[in-house]
């Protein structure tokens, strides 16, 4: 079983209705349930997933195909006691051009989480193994990093590492729902970030390692696509970063949190942190006493990614990078 990753709420906007006001002073005005999304609703999720990416198959970043950029700068952010394995099989297939890769081998998933571990992705944002995740599947450390990476003869492997978190917020915090972490694995393919903010209705796709809901494999499920529906800008507070709050109605299940969020050049606009529903008032209600309603409506579904000012995450990596040097202990 995985837990917290990513993060599931359900909400209600406040409306000014006279009967409900004793009740909106106890409860507020939204209601954040954290916990597994009902198992029907993250199959209706999940069937939804491959729906979505229509369009996206031919797209090539750099002259490598987006499905290949997103499998290898998206690892595994997982407690240090799971279960985990991968098999990779056979030879690297050939496109249609008749050339062969690395990214077209084939592997297969094996896997057990128990309750209290935790499992997510992130996106490797410098080669040397400097990774950008959702804060709350690292808080609980020991934890590791799983990347898929190449040997000296350019065959690909997956190797497992210890993590460290160069920076984390201070005090949990649903708007700051980010952390830099660093393993010592690499040379890692590094997405390249964005340089301009996203817009409302741009095209997104977004990768994780949906690992609760399908059999896990080298194919397009661990992938979906989707718009953006808002942008937000936050303005620094203290020592959390300014950072772009973007969401969109990518399908994302449990095992997605911290996976990147790129747009159609395949530039990085930020990592998934939660998904919600917005409810009726029945279901609202029927939700603070505990009792979500298994089948939620897709239609009211969303997500939520977060991207910090691009020059400070420079400068904490760059900050961390001469605080390490020459340091053997550093992960």
Known sequence: MIDKAPEFAVSRPCFGIT???????????????????PEPTAQALTERRGKTLDGWEPVVVDGTTLRSVLDRA??????????ISFELAGAPESDEKGESGPETWKFTFHWEI????????????????????????????PIDLIALVENDDGDPHFLRSPVRVVWAPDARSSEID?????????????FRLADKT??????????????TNMPLESDWSRLSAGRVLSVTERDAEGLSPAVTILHHDAPIVHGDSGGPVLDAKGYLLGVNSTFSFDLN???WFAAILGRVPSQLD???????????????????????RRLTAGNPDSP
């Open 178 to 190: 980010l952390a830099v972490v660093h393993a010592s694995v690499g040379p890692l393919e590094a």
């Open 281 to 283: 008032w029945l279901e």
């Open 19 to 37: 009967a409900l006001i004793a009740l909106l002073l106890l409860s507020g005005c939204e209601v954040q349930l954290r916990g597994e999304i």
């Open 114 to 141: 128990k309750t209290g571990e935790t499992l997510g992705a992130a996106a490797v944002v410098a080669d040397d193994g400097y990774i950008l995740t959702a804060a709350h599947v690292v808080d609980e450390p």
């Open 298 to 320: 897709l239609d009211k579904y969303s997500a939520k990614a977060i991207m910090p000012d691009p020059e400070w995450l420079r400068e904490v990596i760059e900050n961390d």
């Open 198 to 211: 996203a817009e409302t209705d741009d095209r997104i796709i977004t990768g994780g390692w949906p690992v």
């Open 74 to 83: 998206t690892p595994i952010i997982v407690s240090s006691t799971a279960d």
